[in-house]
C-alpha cells in the first residue's frame, strides 16, 4: 500500500505544482498539503465525494466479476496493446485496481498511478499491487498528474476527459478507451431492465477526442459465457445499475461480452 509508484507524477489539484512526498503528507510549493489516508490512498479530489461515486457494494461485487476471469479477454486484448516498455501508467476511473494491476504486473520497470472519484474503490486499488499507487481525484475537476507525466492514459468503462487525458500524455505516448458495444450484455439489458448502451456512443467519443488527441486504431474484443445467477447479479450490482432498481436473478444466463478498445496519441 505504498504511494512511492506516484512519485514525481502527481500535481497539486489547486495550483498545478509538482507535490512531492514528505513523511505522511504530500506537498506542494505553495503551501497545499495532503495527508495520506490511513488506508494508503491520497485524497486529492478537491472536494465531496459526488452521490453517483461507486459504493463499497459495488466494489466487492466488481472485484467478484473480475477475480472470476469473465473479463480476461479485455485483460489480453489490453495487455496486447500497451507498449511492452511503458514506465508510467495512470488509469482514470479505475475502480479496484485490477486492470492496472495486471499491466504493471507483466512489466517489471512500470509503475502505476489509479485515480478514482470513489474512497471506497481508493481504498481497494491502494492494495491492487505494490507498484500501483491510489489517488482520489474528480476526471472533470482535472486530474492532479503533471503534464505530459503519463506514458499510457487508460479509461476501461470510466469518466472520459479527453482534454486532461492530452494534458498528461508523454509525447509518444497512448490514451486507451474502452466502451462497450451496443451487442454488450444486450440479453441481461433486455432481460433485467438495465442502462443500454447508445448506438452513437464510438461516433461521440472520437467526436470527442478531436482538438485534443488523434486516433490511432480501433479494435474489438468479445467473448461469450454462461454464468450462474450469484454472477449475474454482481454484473448487475457492479455498476450504474446498482443506483436503480432491478430484479434478481435465480437462473444461470447466457451471456454475450464486447467491448471497442480506441488507441490515441498526440
Not at 101 to 115: F, H, I, S, Y
Not at 198 to 224: F, N, Q, Y
Request: hydrophobic residues 45%; glycine residues 10%; proline residues 6%.
Amino acid at each position: 500500500m505504498s504511494l512511492d509508484a506516484a512519485r514525481g507524477l502527481l500535481a497539486c489539484p489547486y495550483c498545478g505544482e509538482p507535490l512531492t512526498a514528505d513523511g505522511r503528507r504530500w506537498a506542494c510549493p505553495g503551501g497545499h498539503s495532503f495527508d495520506v489516508a490511513r488506508r494508503g490512498y491520497l485524497n486529492l479530489a478537491g472536494g465531496p465525494e459526488p452521490a453517483n461515486a461507486d459504493t463499497a457494494a459495488m466494489l466487492d461485487a466488481r472485484a467478484r466479476v473480475q477475480a472470476s476471469g469473465l473479463f480476461g479477454f479485455l485483460s489480453r486484448a489490453l495487455d496486447g496493446v500497451v507498449p511492452s516498455d511503458a514506465p508510467r501508467l495512470l488509469e482514470v476511473g479505475a475502480g479496484t485496481g485490477h486492470y492496472l494491476a495486471e499491466l504493471v504486473d507483466g512489466r517489471p520497470a512500470a509503475r502505476g498511478v489509479a485515480l478514482d472519484v470513489s474512497r471506497a474503490a481508493a481504498r481497494r486499488a491502494a492494495r491492487a499491487h505494490p507498484r500501483v499507487a491510489s489517488v482520489v481525484a474528480d476526471v472533470w475537476r482535472g486530474l492532479p498528474i503533471r503534464a505530459g507525466a503519463a506514458d499510457v492514459v487508460l479509461c476501461v468503462f470510466a469518466p472520459r476527459n479527453l482534454a486532461e487525458f492530452a494534458r498528461v500524455l508523454t509525447p509518444g505516448g497512448v490514451v486507451l478507451v474502452v466502451t462497450p458495444e451496443p451487442r454488450h450484455l444486450a440479453g441481461l439489458r433486455a432481460g433485467f431492465g438495465l442502462i443500454g448502451v447508445e448506438a452513437d456512443k464510438h461516433e461521440r467519443l472520437l467526436a470527442a477526442a478531436s482538438g485534443h488527441l488523434v486516433h490511432r486504431a480501433s479494435t474489438t474484443a468479445e467473448s461469450t459465457a454462461t454464468v450462474g445467477a450469484e454472477l449475474v447479479n454482481d454484473l448487475i450490482g457492479m455498476g450504474p445499475n446498482a443506483f436503480h432498481t432491478a430484479p434478481r436473478a435465480t437462473t444461470s444466463e447466457p451471456l454475450e461480452l464486447a467491448v471497442r478498445l480506441d488507441v490515441f496519441g498526440l
